[in-house]
């Protein structure tokens, strides 16, 4: 496979954003609240996306498919947004973020029902493993906790999933761009339940927290969401995209590290490692076999 016709590049850019979203996020809801917090960034996205619809000349949603982007907006940012803070103000940032890591398992599941995707037994192997890397990066330290707080991650984590199923959908009648930009802009109409409560927050708010939010919007939603969808539209079934988010847990805690001052546990260095090795045998497994067979 060619370079540029690989997924690989963009489901990294993604990850990467979305890593670095968990940092700005931890630094805005200093000043912010979680809700408005969530309406800002995505109105910010669609400010974005909104400025380059035009030259681009974006083909408009057909009259038949306005119901799935209004289905990728509620899942992927309206439940998702409201099931994840409402999760998170009882579950420990440790368990939160184990129960997301199951995302790429449901939407494995998911995508075999729905679209008849198989994976092979190297890459079950290797979803097996890179979840316990999260587990071991996560919980070594005995952070795990059960609350009621636990359904709504695993709400989360099914709406992610969903929304995942949506775009593989989408990107087969319209551009990544396209894709992305529409469900966006379903999901912040949505999120604008809490236009009022954004209003004094954002007012009040120094310079320095508006910046978290524009890289927010910007970069971990508009950009990142795009490079997602163009992910999904290249790759050959749904698991090979949605597996990058194994990798989330342990690069966030380097780029906390590196922009926050967070220092990470040796919990860390042990389950990236394992996340690492995980998504080599998913990505180079069945070669390998091949290979050695030979």
């Not at 370079?3 to 940092?23: E, G, K, N, Q």
């Not at 994976?119 to 609350?147: M, P, Q, R, Y």
């Not at 929304?163 to 912040?188: C, D, H, P, V, W």
């Amino acid at each position: 496979m060619r370079f540029r016709d690989s997924f690989h590049p963009y489901a990294i850019v993604t990850i990467v954003f979305w890593s670095l979203a968990y940092v700005f996020t931890r630094l805005a809801l200093r000043h912010f609240t979680a809700f408005p917090l969530g309406f800002l960034r995505y109105a910010a996205a669609s400010i974005a996306l909104a400025a380059i619809a035009v030259p681009l000349k974006l083909k408009r949603p057909k009259r038949g498919d306005v119901k799935w982007f209004l289905a990728a907006g509620l899942f992927g940012f309206f439940l998702y947004m409201l099931t994840f803070n409402k999760g998170s103000e009882s579950v420990t940032a440790a368990t939160g973020s184990v129960i997301i890591a199951t995302v790429p398992v449901i939407t494995a599941l998911f995508a075999r029902v729905i679209y008849r995707e198989r994976l092979s037994g190297f890459k079950w192997f290797a979803i097996a493993v890179e979840f316990s890397g999260v587990v071991v990066l996560t919980l070594l330290d005995g952070s795990f906790s059960l609350n009621p707080g636990l359904l709504c991650m695993f709400l989360a984590a099914i709406a992610l999933s969903a929304y995942n199923l949506l775009q593989r959908k989408l990107t087969k009648s319209y551009t990544a761009l396209e894709a992305s930009a529409f469900s966006i802009f379903a999901g912040t109409l949505m999120l604008a339940v809490f236009l009022p409560a954004s209003v004094p927050e954002l007012g009040a708010a120094p310079p320095v927290q508006l910046f978290y939010v524009a890289v927010l919007g910007v970069f971990s939603s508009a950009a990142a969401y795009a490079a997602w969808s163009k992910a999904f539209a290249k790759a050959k079934n749904t698991s090979s995209v949605s597996n990058y988010m194994f990798v989330t847990p342990f690069l966030t805690s380097l780029l906390g590290f590196a922009i926050a001052g967070e220092t990470p546990a040796f919990s860390t260095c042990i389950g990236g490692a394992v996340i690492l090795f995980g998504l080599l045998i998913f990505n180079f497994g069945d070669r390998i076999f091949i290979f050695i067979r030979r």
